[in-house]
Structures are given as C-alpha cells and as structure tokens.
C-alpha cells in the first residue's frame, strides 16, 4: 500500500530538482513582492491605527485590481504554455499581445473607477459604530494613498504581462531578480518619505504611496528591458509591435477560455473584499487586525500559490506536447507536494502569531486579535494549499468555466452569506464568525478533490490552432 502511495504521489531527486529549480525563484519573487508590502505596512503601522486602517481598506481595491490583472493574462497563458510546449512561437507571440491590450484595458477602467468613486468605496469599509473623529482621519489617509497609487497600476499591469509570458518559458529568475532590486528601493524609499528621513520630505502614508509607485515601476522595467535584450531567449519578443495582428481563431479561443477566468478573478477578489467589509461592520478594530493578520500571513501563502502556477506551467507545456499521462502522474506529485509545503509553513507560522503584532503601533485588543487572526488563517493554509493547486489544474487544460463556477461560485454562494448572516444578524464574538468563515474552505477541498479526480481537465488545446 505505501509502495502505491509512494509511487503516486512522491516523485524522485529529478522531479524535485525540477520543481524547486522552477518554484523557488518564484516563490522569492512573490514572498519578495509581499515582504516589500509587509514593511510598507509595518511602517504606515507605526503612524498610528486611523493611517494603518486607511491604508489597509484601499489595499483592499489594490488587491481587486491586482487579482483581476492576474486573471487577465490567465487565460493567453494557458495558451502561452502549451504553445511553448509545442514550440510554436508565433502562437506565444499572439497570446502576449492578447495580454498587452487585455492589461491596458483593466488599467483604465480601474484608474476611472479609483479616480471618481474612491471616497465612496473606503466610506463602506468603515464602521457606523466609529466615532466621527476617527472615520473622518480614515477616510482622508485612505484617499490620499488611493490618488497616488493610481499611478502604480500602469507599471504593475504591463509588468505582469510580460513576467507571465517570461515564466511560461521556464525563466523564472528574471521576474524574481527585478523583485529582489525593487525591494531595495522600497524599503528605503519608505523609510526616507514616511518619516521624513535621509534628507526627504515627511509625507506620511503619502510617502509610502511614492516608495510603492516607485519600485513597482523600477521593478517592471527589469523585466521589460530584459525581454527585449534577450531575443535568442524570448523568440516571440521578435516583431511584437510590428502591427498587433492576432489571428481571428485565436482572440475567440482565448476569449472563450479566458473571459470566465477574468471575471473569476475579479469576482473571486471582490468577494473577498465584500467578505472584509462584512467583518468591518464590527467594529474598526476588527479593519485594522484583519490587515496585520492577512499582511503576516499573505507573505507565507507565496509558497503554495506560486505552487499551483507552477502546476500551470509544467502541466500545460505537457498537454501541449500530448504527453497526457505524464501530465497525469506530474500533477499528483504536485499536489501532494503542495499541501505539505503549505502545512509546513502553516506550522512555522503559528509560534510567530503573537509576535509579529507587536511590530505594530496600535492597541492591545487589535494585536490580540490579530495574533488570533494569524492561528486560523495558519490551519487553513493546507486546505487553501490544496485548492489552489486544483484550480490551476483545471486551467491547464482548458476548463476554465469549471474553474469559474468552483472559485466564484464557493465565495458568492458559500463564504459570503455565511459572514454576512453570522457579522449581521448574530452577536457571536468576531473571532468564532472568523473562524467559522475561514475555516469553510472544507467544503472547497472535497469539490475540488472530485472535480480534479474525474480527469476532465486532461485536454490538448492548441493542437489544431
């Protein structure tokens, strides 16, 4: 029985040579990008509760817009993938420029959205139970952060378009050594334009909005310079912007599998959002540990979600090169591989709980919170582990409206009237209702082990393009 086990799921020294030569990098690059928003909010944290809380409800719209982007390049990268393994560079070339338009367009729309609404959108995150004082200094700190960042979405939407196309080739370091740069420069941007030091102006929240815009924009130049540099390593780069033809086939095949992703990712995403605003009718408190807690643990969860776009690269590349039992056996390794990476970090996260808190300038009540915050989210990495790692599955091959109706409808069906009933309608303490909803993501487990056990998702696409 164990010699079945072993077999399945536990891959040899090649297979770990391969998957950890591909992950690491990109776990650096996302583990990177999140410490350099972890001591963004570190920093803001030591201005006071009303900055952090500000800060905190507008890197919630952030996060809208950062998702969405990812699943905008989503659906040309399983494309771009499977191209790749067939070798077919002029496929690879047309799904980037897919990208290119899709990015510019979510930039725009999310810039007039902001720029027009951007009061009204924090006005919802803040409690009718706070005192005016108070929500008079989140909403202004809020704001003032939300008019600067604006200008970092341009930089991040075209960064993420090329890093997508970058790692569908396997170049995983590129996108990873332009994180590792920006850190640098955010790290002592914010510390100079925060509070004022280094010779700089003191610009408060505004200063950390600057450091941000910055490094971002630092950080997409790297790779952007890189792909143009390196034509021997990026074929498709060749002749991109000679004319931005796609073939007709293609732009409805991409749309077709690519439409539900995008509008899952941005559902997905301001599901969550809508779930925070849930907790926020609580109470401020409850805004501002929420923030530490998801902060701490969203560093961590860059294992098991660069994971599962891991899974994305090396399964697509082999249903497009019709190696479909390979594709089979790689992703049971993967998987298994996954869960336990993410209870691995789940248990080096739980002794850091209490601590990580004290970093922070508020009160006692918002860091015991917190802390608490921090152990729940720690018992779900596994599960959140294991379903994600199902989700790229399924977009590998192609089952994008499975993926749709798996992610959306769990977080629109389940996790949101369930924290809505439990933060509206009962007086059940914060931190019952927070476990309760966090730890529903069960339910996720067993629908996604069935979905990914049927072998529906085992498809070539690209064949007859």
């Given at each position: ?275 925070m605003q849930c907790y926020s009718v609580r109470s401020t408190d409850v805004v501002a540990a929420r923030n530490i807690s998801s902060t701490m643990t969203n560093l961590f969860s860059s294992i098991y979600v660069q994971m599962g776009a891991c899974i994305a690269i090396i399964v697509g590349a082999r249903l497009g090169a019709n190696k479909l039992s390979e594709a089979r056996d790689l ?18 996260t739980l002794p850091l709980a209490p601590l990580f808190p004290q970093f922070y300038n508020t009160e006692d009540n918002i860091r015991d919170l917190a802390a608490y915050m921090i152990m729940i989210q720690a018992a779900a990495m596994p599960m959140w582990s294991y379903t994600n790692a199902c989700y790229f599955t399924l977009r590998s091959g192609g089952k994008t409206g499975i993926t ?62």
């Amino acid at each position: 029985m164990f010699s079945h086990f072993r077999k399945k799921f536990i891959g040899d020294k090649a297979f770990y040579k391969m998957i950890l030569t591909m992950v690491v990098p990109m776990i650096l690059q996302m583990m990177i990008t999140n410490l350099v928003s972890l001591i963004d909010n570190i920093m803001v944290g030591r201005l006071g509760t009303e900055p952090m809380s500000g800060v905190s409800v507008v890197n919630q719209f952030i996060f809208v817009f950062n998702v969405t982007v990812f699943g905008a390049v989503a659906g040309p990268s399983i494309f771009g993938a499977q191209f790749f393994g067939k070798g077919d560079h002029e496929g690879q070339k047309y799904t980037f420029r897919f990208r290119l338009i899709v990015c510019a367009a979510i930039i725009t729309i999310a810039a007039a959205v902001f720029s027009l609404f951007g009061s009204p959108l924090i006005s919802l995150f803040i409690s009718k139970e706070s005192e005016p004082e108070q929500a008079s200094a989140i909403l202004k700190y809020g704001s003032e952060y939300l008019r600067i960042i604006i200008i970092g979405l341009i930089p991040f939407g075209i960064g993420q378009a090329y890093s997508s196309v970058i790692r569908e080739c396997g170049e995983t370091k590129i996108p990873m050594i332009g994180a590792m740069s920006a850190i640098g420069i955010n790290v002592l941007l914010d510390y100079g334009l925060i509070f004022g030091k280094l010779g700089m102006p003191e610009l408060g929240v505004r200063g950390a909005a600057w450091a941000t815009v910055i490094a971002k924009t630092f950080e997409a130049l790297v790779v952007i310079v890189w792909a143009h540099t390196h034509h021997d390593r990026n074929k498709y780069i060749v002749g991109l912007f000679r004319g931005f033809h796609i073939p007709t086939r293609l732009i409805a095949d991409i749309t077709k599998k690519g439409i539900p992703m995008l509008v899952n990712e941005f559902l997905w995403s301001l599901g969550m959002s809508v779930v925070m605003q849930c907790y926020s009718v609580r109470s401020t408190d409850v805004v501002a540990a929420r923030n530490i807690s998801s902060t701490m643990t969203n560093l961590f969860s860059s294992i098991y979600v660069q994971m599962g776009a891991c899974i994305a690269i090396i399964v697509g590349a082999r249903l497009g090169a019709n190696k479909l039992s390979e594709a089979r056996d790689l992703d049971n390794k993967l998987l298994f591989f996954a869960v336990v990476s993410a209870a691995a970090v789940g248990l080096v996260t739980l002794p850091l709980a209490p601590l990580f808190p004290q970093f922070y300038n508020t009160e006692d009540n918002i860091r015991d919170l917190a802390a608490y915050m921090i152990m729940i989210q720690a018992a779900a990495m596994p599960m959140w582990s294991y379903t994600n790692a199902c989700y790229f599955t399924l977009r590998s091959g192609g089952k994008t409206g499975i993926t749709f109706l798996f992610d959306f409808g769990f977080t629109w069906l389940i996790m949101i009237p369930l924290a809505a009933v439990l933060s509206y309608c009962t007086h059940l303490d914060i931190r019952i209702v927070f476990a309760v909803v966090t730890l529903s993501e069960i339910i996720k487990v067993a629908i996604g082990y069935f979905m990914v056990r049927s072998n529906i998702w085992i498809n070539n696409i690209v064949d007859d393009i």
